[in-house]
T-cell receptor
Framework: DAGVTQSPTHLIKTRGQQVTLRCSPKSGHDTVSWYQQALGQGPQFIFQYYEEEERQRGNFPDRFSGHQFPNYSSELNVNALLLGDSALYLC??????????????FGPGTRLTVL | GDSVTQMEGPVTLSEEAFLTINCTYTATGYPSLFWYVQYPGEGLQLLLKATKADDKGSNKGFEATYRKETTSFHLEKGSVQVSDSAVYFC????????????FGKGTMLLVSP
């Protein structure tokens, strides 16, 4: 059973550009969350998608947007990149069985560098 | 809002030493508590969890007990190995909302032979 997969692994962009990161959840998982992990910090919640809609959002500006597809995969888009957006972006998915409350499985992340 | 505070690292130990990483939290209600581990260059892996007060989570020799009275969830291991070297994150699961996680800043553990 494949785990949560993310692409690309690494990405280098310049200020002002736009970027799209992709995530495929584990089999049987229907909820996808995105987190930003700055260097030396813990992950911070960006937003969560369920049934193709953004269900909850953390304290991130509108430059951060997302999408979930019918197959439960998800994209994270960041517009007008700033140097401070450089981070590891983690995707996490959760099984559709709600008895495993709050247990999320993380992908390996996408390392974004903004120059 | 919810928050998690972990002891700062790095924690440097010799192999077979006893490990404690302190974690305290602030939250409304009774969240679920987690320890995640991140090995160099990798994403997060769930190490253990506890979903209610006095629960003890355990995995791979690591243990943590959910203490509501002290709002703590300290991670312990009786005898660490070099392979335990990693960054450890304490996290809490939202009581309200839909299973979002709030993380501490992480504690780096370095184990030498």
């Amino acid at each position: 059973d494949a785990g949560v997969t993310q692409s690309p692994t690494h990405l280098i962009k310049t200020r002002g550009q736009q970027v799209t990161l992709r995530c495929s959840p584990k089999s049987g998982h229907d909820t996808v969350s995105w987190y930003q992990q700055a260097l030396g910090q813990g992950p911070q919640f960006i937003f969560q998608y369920y049934e193709e809609e953004e269900r909850q959002r953390g304290n991130f500006p509108d430059r951060f947007s997302g999408h979930q597809f019918p197959n439960y995969s998800s994209e994270l888009n960041v517009n007008a990149l700033l140097l401070g957006d450089s981070a590891l972006y983690l995707c996490a998915s959760r099984h559709r069985d709600r008895s495993s409350y709050n247990e999320q499985f993380f992908g390996p992340g996408t390392r974004l560098t903004v120059l | 809002g919810d928050s998690v505070t972990q002891m700062e690292g790095p924690v440097t130990l010799s192999e077979e030493a006893f490990l404690t990483i302190n974690c305290t939290y602030t939250a409304t209600g009774y969240p679920s508590l987690f320890w995640y581990v991140q090995y160099p260059g990798e994403g997060l892996q769930l190490l253990l969890k506890a979903t209610k007060a006095d629960d003890k989570g355990s995995n791979k020799g690591f243990e943590a007990t959910y203490r509501k009275e002290t709002t703590s969830f300290h991670l312990e291991k009786g005898s660490v190995q070099v392979s335990d070297s990693a960054v450890y994150f304490c996290a809490l699961g939202a009581v309200s909302g839909y299973s979002t996680l709030t993380f501490g800043k992480g504690t780096m553990l370095l184990v030498s032979p």
